[in-house]
């Protein structure tokens, strides 16, 4: 059983930066970012492999956003850059077996963080 708690989402205008934090309780293989609007498709962020550290992005946000994992505290952050409106949306830790953006391959998810990108 893995348990997710994500933090840091909150309001920020456009360019701005926010960083979320994932804490994490269990083993896990990877860990991936996801956001969703509401009444649209949940998207994969970003990915991270413990065991290997590969690290994938969507495209959407490659050159802005960096994950990166501490695993001493067991946590995975995604720093958000250059913010857009268009990146609005609740965004979701999860624990999967294996670094891909597809959400489906995840097991165990996280509440969700808000992340609202306005001027």
Known sequence: QVQL???????????GSLRLSCAI????????????APGK???GVST????????????SVKGRFTISNDNDKNTVYLQMNSLEPEDQDVYYCAAGGGATLMSQWYDYWGQGTQVTVSS
Do not use: K, L, M
């Open 25 to 36: 309780s269990g083993d896990y293989y990877a860990i991936g970012w996801f956001r969703q």
């Open 5 to 15: 708690v994500e933090s840091g989402g909150g309001f920020v205008q456009p360019g």
């Open 41 to 43: 498709e949940r998207e």
């Open 48 to 59: 991270i492999s413990r065991s290997t550290g590969n690290i994938f992005y969507a495209d």
